[in-house]
């Protein structure tokens, strides 16, 4: 029309408007691509709507410090949390010496430990409309294990000597190895050490608990004297 200025200005505003409908058009594109589900990630084909986490497991488990099965088996090199629910049959640990499972347990708010992996309970269907019945052989044993106190009982110990527990001697009808906890003056401790500054009337326990749940227990009296 006569006006070179206006003619350039309409060509720039023509070639703004193009662009941004390429950017749109290419926006568009993206949108429906991730729509569609279909997505290339490190060379992977992923289907977010299908959830396939198969092949996103593949790739983030790549770098080899983690994995997990289809399962639902994780693992790690290492874990760090401030607290870890365990339910089932315990957790399995691998001796340092010999390398070998044991399964660590808890048992009537007493940790214990056996040889070998910890198994999932397998419940199985009895007779009577397919109720589970979860009897085991332990549950027939009904005998706590038996403590016998090495050395004297009651003890005597003169006022400011130091005094050495003799410990005692478990057994059971069924479990070897048995362990027990000791309590002094009805506090369980690791370590007995009697006050003996004092004349005084001491009372030392020994608990043990076999598989079953069974518990026995025997008691030392310990007299601090002149």
């Given at each position: 029309?006569?006006?070179p200025v206006g003619l350039i200005e309409n060509y720039d505003v023509r070639g703004i408007v193009?662009?941004?409908?390429?950017?749109i058009q290419e926006l568009d594109a993206k949108i429906n691509q991730v729509?569609?589900?279909?997505?290339n990630i490190l060379g992977a084909n992923f289907d977010m709507q299908n959830k396939d986490i198969v092949n996103v497991r593949n790739i983030l488990?790549?770098?080899?410090?983690w994995?997990?099965?289809?399962e639902g088996k994780l693992v790690v090199k290492e874990i760090e949390t401030e607290k870890l629910t365990v339910k089932g049959n315990g957790i399995t640990i691998y001796d340092r010496i010999t390398g070998e499972p044991v399964c660590v347990f808890s048992e009537n708010s007493i940790l214990k430990s056996e040889s070998g992996s910890c198994n999932s309970p397998s419940p199985y269907e009895g007779e009577g409309g397919g109720e589970v019945?979860?009897?085991t052989a332990s549950s027939s044993d009904i005998i706590p294990p038996t403590i016998e106190i090495?050395?004297?009982?009651?003890?005597?110990?003169?006022?400011?000597?130091?005094?050495s527990d003799n410990g005692a001697i478990v057994t059971d009808n069924i479990d070897s190895n048995l362990g027990y906890q000791t309590y002094l003056n009805g506090v369980l401790v690791t370590e007995i050490q009697l006050d003996t500054s004092t004349t005084t009337i001491h009372s030392i326990e020994y608990k043990a608990t076999d598989s079953?749940?069974?518990?026995?227990?025997?008691m030392r009296v310990v007299n601090v004297i002149e």
């Open positions: 029309n006569g006006n193009a662009t941004a409908v390429r950017a729509a569609s589900g279909q997505q488990s790549q770098s080899g410090n994995s997990i099965s289809e019945a979860s009897s090495l050395g004297n009982n009651p003890a005597e110990i003169l006022v400011g000597f130091i005094y079953a749940g069974n518990m026995g227990s025997a």
